[in-house]
């Protein structure tokens, strides 16, 4: 069966450009979540949903972060006129029973 | 605050010698934890998840031990092999609502020596 799968792998952009991630989580999976993994930093825990509730949004580093998830299926998060420090590895997790399976990750690099 | 720590940052061995990574978290009333592997490039996969009902966990030549009283687990590898080099994660979630994500210590990068 298929994974976690995000898109895409490598995004180079512009600092001012907006930038849409996009995370397909395992079927069947009611929980995903975004992490963000800067240069030397461990893993930092953005935003989560679970099946049609409203998302905590408080992990989100600033109002530039926003995400998105259409029912139990595809997420996205956008990022608003980047900015060089959100140059990092985002990844995607989904859940079922309590384990969380990541996706490869998008490696993001805003000049 | 809740943070998760992992000793050492760094280990490199021979094969085939048996290893223990460490883990300690700051609070005790964890709703589970987990350890991950993370290769160059590539994203993290799940090794071993442990209840805070549970003491261990074991797979393979892996076995997770929990210790919550003391805020504590170990990632005991037995005759560990090339095959093994990676960075090892351990997580921790304190919410089983999910609501907090996963905390994560900063890993501990394995080198096994062929």
């Known amino acids: 069966g298929a994974g976690v799968s995000q898109s895409p792998s490598n995004k180079v952009t512009e600092k001012g450009k907006d930038v849409e991630l996009r995370c397909d989580p395992i079927?069947?999976?009611?929980?995903l979540y975004w992490y963000r993994q800067r240069l030397g930093q461990g893993l930092e825990f953005l935003i989560y949903?679970?099946?049609?509730?409203?998302?905590?949004k408080s992990g989100l580093p600033s109002d530039r972060f926003s995400a998105e998830r259409t029912g139990e299926s595809v997420s996205t998060l956008t990022i608003q006129r980047t900015q060089q420090e959100d140059s990092a590895v985002y990844l995607c997790a989904s859940s079922s029973l309590g384990t969380q399976y990541f996706g490869p990750g998008t490696r993001l690099l805003v000049l | 605050k809740q943070e998760v720590t992992q000793i050492p940052a760094a280990l490199s061995v021979p094969e085939g010698e048996n290893l223990v990574l460490n883990c300690s978290f700051t609070?005790?009333?964890?709703?589970?934890l987990q350890w991950f592997r993370q290769d160059p490039g590539k994203g993290l996969t799940s090794l071993l998840l442990i209840q805070s009902s549970q003491r261990e966990q074991t797979s393979g030549r892996l076995n997770a031990s929990l210790d919550k009283s003391s805020g504590r687990s170990t990632l005991y590898i037995a005759a560990s092999q090339p095959g093994d080099s990676a960075t090892y994660l351990c997580?921790?979630?304190?919410?089983?609502?999910?609501?907090?994500?996963?905390?994560f210590g900063k890993g501990t990068h394995l080198i096994i020596q062929p």
């Open positions: 997580a921790v979630s304190w919410s089983g609502g999910g609501a907090d994500g996963l905390t």
């Open positions: 949903f679970q099946g049609n509730s409203a998302p905590d």
């Open positions: 609070d005790s009333a964890i709703y589970n």
């Open positions: 079927s069947g999976h009611t929980a």
